[in-house]
């Protein structure tokens, strides 16, 4: 086995500059503070060592890590990715580094994420879901960080939540499905989180209102297009009499669109399609898919900006309890 390559040191730039340790370490913590030229110097010296900065001394002395946590539910998720881009669109420019970790939709997974996080004095988190075991509210709170939990405004949160109400944004698209003709819907739901019960409460609501009789069909499996078709397959034999399906998302509309054409049932005429969010994808498909499109990206950009905020605030580096609403938009589309 090959010797370990000795990593270059501190010393080693400051020694092919002609400066300090101190005023390499000066630059690398606030660059702003040395000259352009020596900047200059410390920038080209650092490329051409290939010198990897210690961050272990700024960790034990407490100081800002200069990075910040996120946990997403998934990573194959499209909604979570966009989120992502809107978050590192914020803290690249900022120079803070994000350290992602995802869950799989479970708190106690979570909880263990989130620890790991701490452990590396994060300056900050985004947190993607509402439901959290006590032992990571704890953590939280003992750690003294600003926390933004994002995707939904309607749940108990800790400190504050960027997103929408996803009870109303179900209730009107419902309400538009319905003022569209349509009778006979039917709710799909995938993974039973949070955010597709809600989405199921403001479905639920709107077909009440009208006087008619809710109908769902739920799984915890991962949504998929392949699901959605299973799912449409089962709304056919449980409830033939259907008419539009209502999925919690694009993955399962798009699913049972492929299906309904596959088994040669027209898209609207005798099955309406809806999906949530409003992906590329769906948008882009023939019949283009109707959907609540959400402003995932401007989520993340919104979310990162306020948590920054209020890391760099003086004094008190926690957020004000309060809730900024980005609102959603109603899509018809062409399948329904």
């Known amino acids: 086995m ?46 051409t060592l290939g010198y990897i900065p210690n961050k272990a001394p700024d960790l034990l002395s407490n100081a800002k890590s200069r990075a910040i946590g996120i946990l997403v539910p998934s990573l194959t998720n499209q909604v979570f990715a966009q989120v992502i881009r809107g ?105 039973l989180d949070v955010r597709t019960q809600l989405k199921l409460q403001g479905y639920q609501q709107a077909v009440l209102a009208r006087g008619l009789t809710p109908k769902s069909i739920m799984t915890n499996q991962a949504s998929s297009y392949s699901l959605g078709a299973e799912l449409i397959q089962k709304t056919l034999k449980d409830y033939p009499e259907t008419d539009c399906v209502f999925c919690t998302n694009d993955d399962l509309a798009i699913g049972a669109i492929f299906e309904c054409q596959r088994q040669h049932i027209s898209v609207p005429e005798q099955m309406g399609v809806v999906g949530f969010h409003g992906h590329n994808f769906g948008q882009s498909m023939v019949p283009q ?19 920054l905020n209020a890391i760099n605030a003086e004094g008190d580096a926690t957020l004000p309890q309060k809730i900024i609403d980005t609102g959603y938009t109603i899509h018809k589309g062409e399948s329904l």
């Open 2 to 47: 090959a010797p370990k390559k000795k990593r270059p040191t501190l010393q080693d730039v400051a020694n092919l500059v002609g400066v300090t340790k101190m005023t390499v370490s000066r630059y690398l913590r606030n660059p702003e503070h040395v000259s352009t030229t020596t900047h200059k110097k410390i920038n080209e010296a650092i490329e």
């Open 87 to 191: 978050i590192e669109s914020v803290t690249e420019k900022a120079g803070y580094q994000t350290m992602l970790a995802h869950y799989g939709y479970s708190p106690e997974v979570e909880e263990k994420r989130v620890e790991y996080l701490l452990s590396y004095h994060v300056d900050g988190l985004i947190l993607s879901e509402s439901m959290h075991t006590n032992k990571t509210k704890k953590m939280i709170e003992t750690a003294g960080i600003p926390v933004v939990e994002i995707m939904d405004i309607t749940s108990p949160f800790i400190q504050q939540a960027v997103g929408f109400d996803n009870v109303k944004a179900a209730f009107d698209m419902t309400n538009t499905i319905l003022d569209s003709g349509y009778k006979n819907i039917v709710y799909l739901g995938a993974r």
């Open 289 to 307: 898919l109707a959907s609540v499109i959400t402003p995932r990206y401007s989520i993340g950009e919104i979310a990162a900006q306020e948590l």
